[in-house]
């Protein structure tokens, strides 16, 4: 209830647009307006500081949400206005059934969009795990356990970018 009721209040606020589905059950969709996108760039930002001062180990039992991660990438990404291409983000076993979840990332123009959903065209597919994914976006930045298909340049360009920090920083100022 208090979800719902906080959700109303940011539709009123026009912050969010909500779509409902005539579906068994019943679902929901809800999208930042482009007010809320605006805000992008704060969020961003405390995310950056966030990872650059607060980030450890997890601790045993401690959830890491990636998906909250990477839906802060139109505020953490700012790509060169010449990359483009679409990237295609596999969390293989995000959800407690063990289900996939897919994260799009279109960028042009020096914009990042993200989308939940799969991209069969993308140009690049990062796949892994959810600890590898932490470990990947993690201060220690490894990549290692990371399946990358297609474009290494466009996926490297966005990985560094959402790990931010000193390597980051390093390989986006290159």
Excluded at 69 to 98: H, M, Q
């Amino acid at each position: 209830e208090q979800l719902r009721s906080r959700l109303n209040r940011m539709v009123a606020d026009g912050l969010l647009t909500r779509q409902r589905y005539r579906e068994v059950p019943p679902r929901v969709d809800y999208e930042l307006t482009e007010r809320a996108q605006e805000l992008m760039p704060v969020l961003g930002a405390l995310a950056r500081w966030g990872h650059d001062w607060a980030w450890g180990v997890p601790r045993e039992g401690e959830a890491i949400d990636v998906g909250a991660i990477f839906r802060l990438a139109p505020g953490l990404l700012s790509p060169a206005r010449s990359l483009r291409g679409t990237t295609e983000l596999v969390v293989t076993d995000r959800l407690k059934d063990g289900s996939t979840c897919h994260y799009t990332l279109v960028t042009s123009s020096g914009r990042v969009q993200i989308f939940e959903r799969p991209s069969p065209d993308a140009e690049v597919r990062v796949t892994a795990d959810e600890a590898t994914w932490v470990r990947a976006l993690g201060p220690d930045a490894d990549r290692g356990g990371l399946a990358v298909e297609g474009d290494g340049r466009l996926a490297g360009a966005l990985l560094d970018g959402l790990v931010g920090g000193a390597a980051g920083a390093a390989s986006q100022a290159a």
